[in-house]
C-alpha cells in the first residue's frame, strides 16, 4: 500500500533552518508529482510547494518564496524541503502528498497523506 513517511521536524529559533524528508513506498515514485503542505493550528492545509516528475518546481505560497526549496531523489524515493530563513509563521504541521501536475489545474492532490511532522519556530 502507499505510504509516506515524513521526517527531520522540530523546534527551531527564527532564522534557522530545517530540512523535512518524506519517503515514499507503493508508489511509481519517479513518475509521480509530489507537494509539500502545511497546516497551522486553526487553519486550513495549505499546499507550500510542489515539484513535477521531471523536477519542476511550483511555488504555491508567496511566504516561503525564496526561503523554502523543494527537491527529489529518485533513487531514493523521498522528496525534501530545505527550509531555510524560518519565520514564527512558518509554525505548523508539514504533509507529504503524492498528486498530479496539470498545465491548466496545477498540483492535484491525491488522497494519500503521510502522518505530518510538526515544525516549531520561536521568536
Known amino acids: 500500500q502507499v505510504q509516506l513517511v515524513e521526517s527531520g521536524g522540530g523546534l527551531v529559533q527564527a532564522g534557522g533552518s530545517l530540512r523535512l524528508s518524506c519517503a515514499a513506498s507503493?508508489?511509481?515514485?519517479?513518475?509521480?508529482?509530489m507537494g509539500w503542505y502545511r497546516q497551522a493550528p486553526g487553519k486550513q492545509r495549505e499546499l507550500v510547494v510542489a515539484?513535477?516528475?521531471?523536477?519542476?518546481?511550483?511555488t504555491y505560497a508567496d511566504s516561503v518564496k525564496g526561503r523554502f526549496t523543494i527537491s527529489r531523489d529518485n533513487a531514493k524515493k523521498t522528496v525534501y524541503l530545505q527550509m531555510n530563513s524560518l519565520k514564527p509563521e512558518d509554525t505548523a504541521v508539514y504533509y507529504c502528498?503524492?498528486?498530479?501536475?496539470?498545465?491548466?489545474?496545477?498540483?492535484?492532490?491525491?488522497?494519500?497523506w503521510g502522518q505530518g511532522t510538526q515544525v516549531t519556530v520561536s521568536s
Open positions: 502528498n503524492v498528486g498530479v501536475v496539470s498545465a491548466v489545474q496545477g498540483y492535484r492532490p491525491s488522497d494519500y
Open positions: 507503493g508508489i511509481s515514485f519517479s513518475i509521480s508529482a
Open positions: 515539484i513535477t516528475s521531471g523536477g519542476g518546481i511550483i
